[in-house]
């Protein structure tokens, strides 16, 4: 599959017939006005439900590091009438983003956990971006086989996940229901890592 047809797949009417961004949003605390963070958000799947929730005076940092994601993101975003002054649309890695430090009320990062190669680096960038109070979600692929999603060898298993983020500073308060297929993980900073 080309980067286009990623693209497009990530916001297939489909997927949402089996993981609904708006019922996953309903799970987590987001208000009115809070500063949200989606690193490697791609084409906007919660991008745009969020700018729904957060409104304006609502900020939400949308990072991807792939010019075509950002597109998509684009047009995603005009198609569904999304206010660009909510979302600032930032194209870098997420290990290196130029997010004010402290400055996050909600990071989310979901399906790339399991693909970044240092996941300390990324993991300490989250820690940097968010406000002391801050929640952090993750959400990413079950390891079992449900004939389709990415190869089962480059999944993570929940309990893999958790104890990467609990080792780089993060606890897990609660788990969400992101649909069949994947895992959502809620979490606060550790207050003594910070
Ligand atoms: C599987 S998609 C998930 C997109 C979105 N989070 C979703 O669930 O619909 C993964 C995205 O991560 C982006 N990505 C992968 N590695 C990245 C990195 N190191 N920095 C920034 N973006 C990255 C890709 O460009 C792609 O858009």
Request: charged share 30%.
């Amino acid at each position: 599959m080309d980067e286009h047809e990623f693209a497009r797949s990530l916001l297939a009417h489909e997927r949402k017939e089996w993981q609904d961004p708006e019922k996953i949003i309903s799970q987590i605390d987001v208000r009115k006005g809070i500063s949200v963070a989606d690193l490697a958000c791609g084409p906007g799947f919660f991008i745009v439900p969020l700018a729904r929730v957060v409104g304006k005076g609502g900020r939400i940092y949308a990072v991807d590091k792939s010019q075509v994601m950002l597109e998509y993101l684009k047009s995603n975003m005009q198609r569904s009438k999304t206010d660009p002054e909510i979302v600032k649309i930032i194209e870098s890695d997420v290990s290196k983003t130029p997010i004010p430090s402290a400055s996050c009320d909600l990071v989310l990062f979901a399906n790339i956990l399991h693909d970044l190669d240092d996941q300390k680096e990324f993991l300490a960038e989250v820690r940097r971006i968010s406000k002391p109070s801050a929640t952090i979600v993750d959400i990413d692929w079950k390891d079992t086989d449900n004939g389709f999603g990415p190869p089962l060898e480059i999944r993570m298993a929940e309990e893999k996940a958790r104890k990467i983020l609990e080792r780089n500073g993060l606890t897990c308060v609660a788990s969400l229901d992101p649909g069949p297929y994947h895992y959502g993980l809620i979490m606060k900073l550790q207050k003594d890592l910070k």
